[in-house]
T-cell receptor, first 113, second 111 residues
Framework: LAKTTQPISMDSYEGQEVNITCSHN???????ITWYQQFPSQGPRFIIQ???TKVTNEVASLFIPADRKSSTLSLPRVSLSDTAVYYC??????????????FGSGTRLQVQP | NAGVTQTPKFRVLKTGQSMTLLCAQD?????MYWYRQDPGMGLRLIHY???????AKGEVPDGYNVSRLKKQNFLLGLESAAPSQTSVYFC??????????FGSGTRLTVV
């Protein structure tokens, strides 16, 4: 299983760009990297997923270097509503090709006015 | 388009009582999962299912049972509730290519 390591917490201010880095040294060839966002009292919400290089959507960008041993979630111009816990996950390919994600403790992002 | 619906949203049980949590999804997803989340912690996988009629154990399966009799439903049962099972329970579903869609959770307290 590919274990992930990410900072426990981060602080930022509105309008700033936030970069959250996740380490996954044991990532396997077939594994994907996925990020989720969770607000209090809600289930996690899928943000972005990637395999290599850069992926961008309307919410965030995901940067993955060539060795894939880490990844960086980039949130442009954060607002107060981006205050949440962010989880970095590496897809765990089961024998039959399924993916049962293993969640760590995540990074608690606090955005200040 | 309800997505993933969990019932009930809240429940208080006495030690030793039993109950069933229901998860229903209307997205025709093959895979479904049950997670628990304790205060300040990440999610831990209890059981999961890769299709109708199939189930498998996750990281913390003890004390729980599941059934997937219909593709759209995934039931989580507690036969004899214990205070250690006080938690928030989340159901999720996905296809093999897609990200998870989570329900809004069931807050269970066992006294």
């Amino acid at each position: 299983l590919a274990k992930t390591t990410q900072p426990i917490s981060m602080d930022s201010y509105e309008g700033q760009e936030v970069n959250i880095t996740c380490s996954h040294n044991n990532i396997a060839t077939n594994d994907y990297i996925t990020w989720y966002q969770q607000f209090p009292s809600q289930g996690p919400r899928f943000i972005i997923q990637g395999y290599k290089t850069k992926v961008t959507n309307e919410v965030a960008s995901l940067f993955i270097p060539a060795d894939r041993k880490s990844s960086t979630l980039s949130l442009p111009r954060v607002s107060l509503s981006d205050t949440a816990v962010y989880y970095c996950l590496v897809a765990d390919s089961m024998d039959t090709g399924r993916r049962a994600l293993t969640f760590g403790s995540g990074t608690r992002l606090q955005v200040q006015p | 388009n309800a997505g993933v619906t969990q019932t009930p949203k809240f429940r208080v049980l006495k030690t030793g009582q039993s109950m069933t949590l229901l998860c229903a999804q209307d997205m025709n997803h093959e895979y479904m999962y049950w997670y628990r989340q304790d205060p300040g912690m990440g999610l831990r996988l209890i059981h999961y299912s890769v299709g109708e009629g199939t189930t498998a154990k996750g990281e913390v399966p003890d004390g729980y049972n599941v059934s997937r009799l219909k593709k759209q439903n995934f039931l989580l049962g507690l036969e004899s509730a214990a205070p250690s099972q006080t938690s928030v329970y989340f159901c999720a579903s996905n296809t093999v290519e897609g990200g998870y869609t989570f329900g809004s959770g069931t807050r269970l307290t066992v006294v």
